[in-house]
């Protein structure tokens, strides 16, 4: 296993960067997320690389970087089902442009979904060609969790491949999303002790067991986010903690910022726990 910047090696510790994904102020746009972050006293944003046209324009995104002073921490590659046309259609293609973009915005993460079923090509060679693009670029390609999708009666759909857990593939960088440790109905924590030093990029949100990938508010629904937290702090985790939340139901802009400032407030206070020796 390749070393993992994480989960440092030399005995000092270090405070965690904390970051809003840009999908946390959805329906606002790219450009608001890297304002409000920047107001509200968060270390950095994830841009998720997908709907507004902001998102998918690096040297736009380096201006919004530069005019608010905020590091861009990580880029969600557009390998959702709705961005299967962001960035053209080849999947190794949007992964080289990934990296690119973090280049250039000096983000050091890529965070990846594992690929669907139907693309069979990409998915044969997807362990592999991932930990060759970490070896090419030097940027780290952190694979997600994600969840079996479910049908009629709750019968399951078989969507991914290699599959929607990524804990038996051998990839060395892997992104933990409570909500959707939630919606496959896992618990965080089992996958946080069963991940080790693999787990690098934390999306921290929370869910409630339904098909629909809620993404709460951290503390409102059934990961035990705070556990979480200072769990991953007892141990010495260093990796970039990311907001991604749902706060299109939230209302008024008013209500958004201050939903996110509590959460950027319990993520801190969390994460204060003390490192054991």
Same mark, same amino acid.
């Given at each position: 296993?390749?070393?993992?910047?994480?989960?440092?090696?030399?005995?000092?510790?270090?405070?965690?960067?904390?970051?809003?994904?840009?999908?946390?102020?959805?329906?606002?746009?790219?450009?608001?997320?890297?304002?409000?972050? !920047?107001?509200? %006293?968060?270390?950095?944003?994830?841009?998720?690389? *997908?709907? #507004? &046209?902001?998102? @998918? +324009?690096? =040297?736009? /995104?380096?201006?919004?970087?530069?005019?608010?002073?905020?590091?861009?921490?990580?880029?969600?590659?557009?390998?959702?089902?709705?961005?299967?046309?962001?960035?053209?259609?080849?999947?190794?293609?949007?992964?080289?442009?990934?990296?690119?973009?973090?280049?250039?915005?000096?983000?050091?993460?890529?965070?990846?979904?594992?690929?669907?079923?139907?693309?069979?090509?990409?998915?044969?060679?997807?362990?592999?060609?991932?930990?060759?693009?970490?070896?090419?670029?030097?940027?780290?390609?952190?694979?997600?969790?994600?969840?079996?999708?479910? !049908?009629?009666? %709750?019968?399951?759909?078989?969507?991914?491949?290699? *599959?929607? #857990? &990524?804990?038996? @593939? +051998?990839? =060395?960088? /892997?992104?933990?999303?409570?909500?959707?440790?939630?919606?496959?109905?896992?618990?965080?924590?089992?996958?946080?002790?069963?991940?080790?030093?693999?787990?690098?990029?934390?999306?921290?949100?929370?869910?409630?067991?339904?098909?629909?990938?809620?993404?709460?508010?951290?503390?409102?629904?059934?990961?035990?986010?705070?556990?979480?937290?200072?769990?991953?702090?007892?141990?010495?985790?260093?990796?970039?903690?990311?907001?991604?939340?749902?706060?299109?139901?939230?209302?008024?802009?008013?209500?958004?910022?201050?939903?996110?400032?509590?959460?950027?407030?319990?993520?801190?206070?969390?994460?204060?726990?003390?490192?054991?020796?």
């Amino acid at each position: 296993m390749n070393a993992n910047p994480a989960w440092p090696t030399d005995g000092v510790a270090r405070a965690n960067r904390i970051g809003l994904s840009t999908s946390s102020v959805y329906p606002e746009s790219t450009g608001s997320c890297f304002e409000l972050a !920047g107001r509200l %006293g968060y270390d950095g944003v994830e841009v998720m690389v *997908g709907i #507004d &046209p902001i998102s @998918r +324009d690096v =040297d736009a /995104l380096v201006q919004l970087q530069e005019y608010h002073d905020i590091e861009v921490l990580a880029i969600h590659a557009p390998t959702l089902l709705v961005t299967q046309g962001t960035w053209g259609n080849d999947p190794w293609d949007k992964l080289e442009r990934s990296a690119v973009a973090a280049h250039r915005l000096g983000a050091g993460t890529v965070v990846v979904h594992p690929p669907f079923r139907w693309q069979r090509s990409y998915a044969q060679g997807f362990v592999d060609g991932i930990r060759r693009l970490e070896r090419s670029t030097g940027i780290i390609f952190a694979v997600e969790n994600m969840y079996p999708w479910r !049908g009629p009666r %709750g019968t399951e759909v078989r969507a991914y491949s290699p *599959g929607w #857990d &990524p804990t038996e @593939r +051998d990839y =060395d960088h /892997l992104t933990l999303d409570l909500s959707h440790a939630s919606t496959a109905r896992q618990h965080s924590l089992d996958l946080v002790n069963a991940w080790g030093q693999r787990l690098t990029h934390l999306h921290l949100t929370d869910g409630d067991g339904s098909f629909a990938d809620s993404h709460l508010l951290p503390g409102d629904g059934d990961q035990d986010a705070h556990r979480v937290l200072t769990t991953l702090a007892s141990r010495g985790f260093a990796g970039d903690v990311v907001i991604e939340v749902n706060t299109r139901t939230i209302g008024s802009r008013s209500a958004r910022e201050e939903a996110l400032a509590k959460v950027l407030a319990f993520t801190r206070e969390a994460l204060a726990v003390p490192v054991r020796p």
